[in-house]
């Protein structure tokens, strides 16, 4: 049998790597193709919030690193040149399934539904990460755009 040291390793830093891939959900943080866009903003007051899970993401990228780490662990499995094949299909197959499963449980995050009551007495709904608790009856501005936010309003 082959040593897998290498290939551990690679494993390894396959699923750490998908520690990173967790995006930034706050109020706070921006995408670069924001920056410099104008969004409508109205002022609002909280009527509710409660706390909400965040689904993780399925970028794919999980079960490709998962696929190719298993598939190279499973390449040591037998002596002969058939069971390295079957070893490294069988082990990607079963790496890419716990990738995908990994990548979502690391990117699973909690957040917080806010609804708001405007000024013109429509109501809002905007989930978003943590970073700023708002409470109820707190006033608010909603701001509007591809990602809508509320932040609390300093006047």
Request: proline residues 4%; hydrophobic residues 45%; charged residues 10%.
């Amino acid at each position: 049998m082959k040593p897998c040291r290498p290939r551990l390793l690679l494993a390894t830093g396959a699923f750490v790597a998908l520690s990173a891939c967790a995006p930034d959900i706050s109020p706070s943080s921006y995408a670069v193709g924001s920056v410099g866009q104008v969004n409508r903003t109205v002022r609002g007051v909280v009527i509710s919030a409660r706390p909400v899970a965040i689904g993780g993401t399925q970028s794919g990228v999980g079960a490709g690193a998962g696929a190719v780490a298993g598939g190279a662990a499973g390449s040591a499995i037998g002596s002969g040149v058939r069971a390295n094949i079957a070893g490294a299909v069988g082990g990607a197959l079963v790496g890419g399934i716990i990738g995908a499963m990994a990548e979502n449980a690391v990117t699973r995050q909690s957040g917080t539904e806010y609804v708001v009551q405007t000024e013109n007495s429509a109501l809002l709904t905007v989930v978003q990460g943590g970073g700023q608790e708002l409470s109820v009856n707190q006033k608010v501005l909603v701001i509007y755009g591809s990602q809508s936010r509320i932040i609390a309003d300093p006047s």
